[in-house]
């Protein structure tokens, strides 16, 4: 199952380098098209510059007057300014202007419209969109311009694209993951109710039985034995049909709590394991289901033995911070590399050769979306052990007790 999150990790990264590379090969597209859009609009205010001095050629014929007048007038997109040598504005077309011309008098040029086009004039003086024009007699001429709206357009569609792109591929992946988790959601709701009613009649069938076996002078103390068995299965029954529904959350000791599910988890580990309690001094008030919460501190208590191979110590710790109180589950195994920290919260990850890999999976929705916690590896090292850390909010109001 590691093998699976693995390669997810490695496709993500492989899908956002793909993304980024497309991304990029669209701009590198983009970006030829505008500049090859730009150099056609050079090329054409570099004619209309040539049909400007030819009508300002006193010896232009009199037949090419109205060619060379139509291909000034054919100008309708490019914002162009016309100055003489001392900068002062002789023509000007395609500005959206801040007032509107006078349509009487084309060349009148108001006060406010000369400061707009004065303004993009001093913008434009120290740029390439220049062309200089000779004018017979000594003269000359300067054609500045702007690129035309649709150039503009142009490139700024290519970001616009990606946005939209990325925005889109978020949404989706978002919506993706939102949908397999309660898809997740119901096969685990559906498969532990189902366990818990499949556990049910044979349960029933052993109480029976321990009546039975009671009654028919069996040792007491092995009778008493197996009577906590069957109520152990009867309780994991019981926490199995809570999954999936709300549990009632109930004022509680975590400190008892705590101790409770040590105190049971000691009978039944490798007598090699040291399982020690170091609760904090005075009481620690949190609103939890016990059965729950148990099944927690044994799924973190069993995890530990298992990393420790049946030899070594676990130690369990509680406290409180300003507004949480908090237990830790330390113990001396093999550790887990940082990667893995997150990791193995997922289902179906495990790194026992049996298991279903859902212990911690349950353990972390239990923790976060019944009691309003955390659950997380506070710390971990390779050969040293690992520390898993819960916290829960304490309660508002003191409880006596």
């Avoid at 496709?11 to 500049?35: E, Q, R, Y």
């Avoid at 077309?93 to 007032?99: K, Q, V, Y």
């Avoid at 609103?287 to 369990?316: H, P």
Wanted: hydrophobic content about 40%; glycine content about 6%; proline content about 4%.
């Amino acid at each position: 199952m590691a093998n699976i999150y693995d390669m997810r990790r490695y496709g993500t990264v492989v899908f956002l380098l793909i993304a980024v590379g497309l991304a990029v090969l669209f701009l590198c597209i983009s970006d030829n098209i505008v500049k090859k859009l730009a150099e056609q609009e050079r090329q054409r205010m570099e004619i209309w510059a040539d049909a400007t001095r030819e009508i300002a050629n006193p010896d232009a014929a009199s037949d090419n007057i109205d060619f060379l007048l139509s291909i000034i007038q054919s100008n309708r997109n490019i914002p162009v300014l016309l100055t003489d040598d001392e900068g002062n504005i002789l023509d000007q077309r395609n500005f959206d202007l801040p007032e509107p011309p006078d349509t009487l008098d084309p060349l009148y040029i108001s006060p406010t419209n000369q400061a707009f086009l004065n303004n993009r004039l001093n913008a434009l003086r120290n740029t390439s969109k220049k062309i200089v024009i000779d004018i017979p007699g000594g003269e000359s001429q300067y054609l500045y311009y702007e690129d035309s709206r649709l150039l503009r357009m142009l490139g700024y569609y290519p970001y616009i694209q990606v946005v939209v792109m990325l925005v889109f591929v978020v949404l989706v992946y978002f919506a993706v993951i939102s949908t397999k988790k309660a898809e997740q959601n119901k096969v685990w709701v559906g498969l532990t109710k189902e366990t818990a009613h499949q556990l049910g009649t044979p349960i029933s069938s052993l109480m029976a039985w321990m009546e039975l076996l009671e009654s028919l002078g069996v040792d007491a103390d092995m009778v008493k034995e197996m009577n906590k068995d069957v109520t152990r299965l009867s309780t994991i029954a019981s926490r199995f049909g809570k999954v999936g529904s709300k549990p009632t959350l109930e004022p509680a000791n975590l400190n008892t709590v705590v101790s409770d599910a040590a105190s049971y988890m000691s009978t039944r580990i490798s007598s090699r394991i040291c399982l020690t309690v170091d609760c904090c001094h005075g009481p620690l008030m949190v609103d939890l289901s016990d059965s729950l919460f148990q099944w927690v501190m044994e799924n973190l208590i069993k995890n530990a033995v298992d990393a420790m191979e049946a030899e070594g110590s676990i130690t369990v710790t509680t406290g409180r911070s300003d507004r949480n109180a908090w237990i830790e589950v330390a113990d001396t195994g093999k550790g887990l590399p940082r990667n893995r920290f997150k990791t193995i919260f997922n289902p179906g990850y495990t790194t026992k050769k049996r298991g279903w890999g859902l212990g911690l999976t349950l353990a972390r929705r239990i923790i976060e979306q019944y009691h309003h916690g955390r659950i997380y590896v506070a710390a971990s090292e390779l050969g040293r052990g690992t520390t898993f850390r819960i916290e829960l909010p304490l309660m508002s109001l003191p409880i006596k007790v």
